[in-house]
Nanobody, 122 residues
Framework: QVQLVESGGGLVQAGGSLRLSCAASGRTFRRYVMGWFRQAPGKERKFVAAISWSGGGTHYADSVKGRFTISRDNAKNTVYLQMNSLKPEDTAVYYC???????????????WGQGTQVTVSS
């Protein structure tokens, strides 16, 4: 079992930055692929970014490439999402995800956090 707790959301102006954190419980954190999804009001949950268990591999949704960076610290059982050059369309609830194989598709994710709200004003 893995429990995920996100933090770092908030209100920011367009062009600003935020860093989200996701703290995971359990001693097996390093075994999991980690990722971030987001869900805007009335829309489906969408993939944002993922990072391999070692941190050596990352990939991103096209909409955030070049602006967002995912990273992890296995010693701290934490994954991060650095978000720069934020746009109003980035407004959503951001969810941390963990799975032992892949987090590319929400249907197959094993574990979810409770979500943290990110609001970008224009």
């Amino acid at each position: 079992q893995v429990q995920l707790v996100e933090s770092g959301g908030g209100l920011v102006q367009a062009g600003g930055s935020l860093r989200l954190s996701c703290a995971a419980s359990g001693r097996t954190f390093r075994r999991y692929v980690m990722g971030w999804f987001r869900q805007a009001p009335g829309k489906e949950r969408k993939f944002v970014a993922a990072i391999s268990w070692s941190g050596g591999g990352t990939h991103y949704a096209d909409s955030v490439k070049g602006r967002f960076t995912i990273s992890r610290d296995n010693a701290k059982n934490t994954v991060y999402l650095q978000m720069n050059s934020l746009k109003p369309e980035d407004t959503a609830v951001y969810y941390c995800a963990a799975d032992d194989i892949s987090v590319d598709y929400s249907d197959s994710v094993d574990y979810w956090g409770q979500g943290t709200q990110v609001t970008v004003s224009s």
